[in-house]
């Protein structure tokens, strides 16, 4: 799920950066402010046509900085973790959908039934 990027109000807000890279620069640092208890985090760089995707080692004394460099100038980051799917509840409207369709097969069924063959 992704969490949060650099150059925007995107994600969930789950870990945020607190230093994130500078969009348009060759190398730097970032941060980020916690790994809400999650094991899987993944910080990710796009830096011209180049794409880096690095899993964080929480075995680490400090998982939750680093540095990076390449050639061309960054186009953006984002931070994605592994979480729990989010059960959809389904929507009053589809219930309605459902209800009226039921209704309109049982009305034609009754119709069927009172008219001789």
């Not at 950066?17 to 941060?31: E, H």
């Not at 999650?38 to 899993?55: E, W």
């Not at 979480?83 to 097969?105: E, Q, S």
Request: no cysteine.
């Amino acid at each position: 799920m992704l969490s949060d990027k650099n150059d925007g109000p995107d994600g969930d807000g789950t870990i945020d950066f607190v230093t994130g890279p500078t969009n348009g620069t060759k190398s730097g640092g970032w941060s980020i402010d916690t790994l809400a208890g999650l094991t899987k985090v993944v910080i990710t760089l796009k830096a011209g046509n180049g794409f880096g995707a690095f899993l964080l080692d929480l075995t680490t004394p400090d998982p939750l900085s680093g540095t990076w460099a390449s050639t061309k100038g960054l186009s953006h980051a984002s931070i994605y973790y592994n979480g729990t799917p989010t059960i959809v509840p389904l929507p009053a409207g589809a219930l309605l959908l459902i209800t009226g369709l039921a209704g309109l097969g049982l009305a034609a069924r009754r119709r069927s039934k009172r008219q001789p063959v």
